[in-house]
Each structure stands twice: as structure tokens, then as C-alpha cells.
């Protein structure tokens, strides 16, 4: 399974369908919600798109493995958070060295990425994604025709998002 860094620098690869990052004019951002499970942090965004108010919303999951939990905060355990009326802490996931299943409800994350995170490394948070129909030659092979996982821009914005608000390490 690969990292956020690791999908983040995918996304941009020469070859790939589009290599710019500029979704801040075309939606927003209207909920983060962090769950805590088992030695790994689950992170649900939604976003709105802005261009059309009866558009669908889209949920975006990132999970987060490998972390340490406690019942105690300390400076291992930062994070903070409320589970059935429990206290839970853990380590703050990094960028470049945390395995990190993704997901979006978006269809740019399933006509090109979801299939290749679920195949190639496991990347796809959830159930499996169905391998994108091969009915159109806008979309495939030529949408990921390098075959390679990685974000949609719902995913990249909300990775940014973590960073900036100190929830990441580098
Ligand atoms: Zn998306």
C-alpha cells in the first residue's frame, strides 16, 4: 500500500491525463470528520460542488494505518478523540511514510483511479470498485494509461487540507 506522497506524485506523472491541481474554484470543502478504529484513523470529507447548488455531494475517505493509540495524550499520542464517550489518542499519520487507503464518491476517482488503487496496491478504502466500463475511447485505456494508482482532486485537496492544519507530519 502506498503512501499520500506516493499517489500525490502519480496524480502528476507525465503521461497521465491531466497534471494540474486546481480544484478550489469548482467546489468546497463542507465536512471533515475523523473516526478512530482499530490502530488506524479513518478521515470522511464532503464536498459541494459550487457550480451547481443541486449537484451531488461527494464523500472522500482517507484511512490512515499503522497508528499507536492510547487512552493518554502524550507527545506519541497527539491526536484527540471522542469514541463512545471514551478518549482515544494517536500518532499523527505522515504524508510520506503512512499507509493510506482512499476513496471518492467522484467520478474521476472511478473511471481512473479506484480500479488501480484496488488492483496494483491495495490503496482503495472500501470495497473493491468495479473495473471501469470500456465503452468510451475518451475514458479508457487513455484516462490512466499508464495503470497506475493514485487522487482524484477531491482527495488531493483534502490531503493539502491535513497537512495545513498540522494533522500531518512531513
Ligand atoms: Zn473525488
Not at 100 to 113: H, K, P, S
Not at 139 to 158: Q, W
Request: charged fraction near 15%; aromatic fraction near 12%; charge should be positive.
Amino acid at each position: 500500500m502506498l503512501t499520500l506522497k506516493q499517489l500525490l506524485v502519480n496524480r502528476g506523472r507525465p503521461g497521465m491525463h491531466r497534471a494540474k491541481v486546481n480544484p478550489t474554484n469548482s467546489y468546497r470543502m463542507t465536512g471533515v470528520v475523523p473516526i478512530p478504529m482499530a490502530n488506524s484513523l479513518a478521515v470522511r470529507f464532503t464536498f459541494n460542488a459550487l457550480t451547481d447548488p443541486d449537484a451531488d455531494t461527494y464523500t472522500t475517505l482517507m484511512i490512515f494505518h499503522g497508528l499507536k493509540m492510547s487512552t493518554t495524550k502524550d507527545s506519541e499520542h497527539p491526536l484527540g478523540f471522542e469514541v463512545r464517550g471514551r478518549d482515544i489518542y494517536t500518532s499523527r499519520p505522515s504524508f510520506q511514510a503512512t499507509q493510506t487507503g482512499v476513496a471518492c464518491e467522484c467520478l474521476d476517482y472511478y473511471f481512473t483511479w479506484g480500479w488501480y488503487n484496488a488492483k496494483n496496491t491495495g490503496n482503495n478504502a472500501g470495497n473493491d470498485p468495479e473495473p471501469y466500463p470500456n465503452y468510451d475511447s475518451n475514458y479508457s485505456p487513455h484516462r490512466n494509461r499508464l495503470a497506475i494508482p493514485g487522487l482524484c482532486k477531491h482527495l488531493c485537496v483534502a490531503a493539502v487540507y491535513l497537512s495545513e492544519q498540522g494533522f500531518l507530519t512531513t
